[in-house]
């Protein structure tokens, strides 16, 4: 599933509370633990309109329900950062990979998805201690 959506107008928490009901209809899952949001390529990060997905792997595309599709993200580098906290606080990490620590690194973004991976070290959107994996796509 997916939206169309600006940084400021915070349409992401219910894309998945929207994508979470019906996740058990996904037959063809890969890993039962993990979920993705993925964000297309923008060139200009600062509250640009953006396409985020909610997703689970699947090991084909066969017997998708209703109301999901398939999407598959291009092969790329990341760089990999660690976010540890709450949902809320997620903001932060990538604004100071986008403003800091991408312009001093000598890398740029590529022209690909980036994604956040929510693995069995998610513990709740409220939750301290909860760990997301985001993956940014460079050059």
């Not at 929207?18 to 297309?40: A, C, M, W």
């Not at 509250?47 to 017997?63: G, L, R």
């Not at 604004?95 to 998805?113: A, F, N, Q, R």
């Amino acid at each position: 599933m997916k939206v169309e959506t600006r940084m400021s107008e915070n349409k992401i928490p219910g894309l998945w509370e929207q994508f979470l009901k019906p996740i058990n209809e996904v037959r063809q899952r890969s890993n039962e633990h993990d979920t993705y949001g993925i964000s297309e390529y923008s060139d200009n990060y600062v509250d640009e309109w953006s396409t985020y997905w909610a997703c689970v792997p699947v090991n084909c595309f066969e017997e998708i329900p209703e109301g999901m599709v398939a999407k598959i993200v291009s092969a790329a580098r990341y760089v990999v950062v660690t976010h540890k906290g709450k949902l809320q606080t997620m903001g932060n990490a990538f604004d100071y990979i986008h403003t800091t620590w991408l312009p001093k690194s000598g890398y740029e973004l590529d022209e690909k998805d980036s994604f956040e991976l929510y693995s069995e070290r998610f513990v709740g959107g409220d939750n301290e201690e909860s760990e997301t994996d985001l993956y940014i796509a460079i050059k």
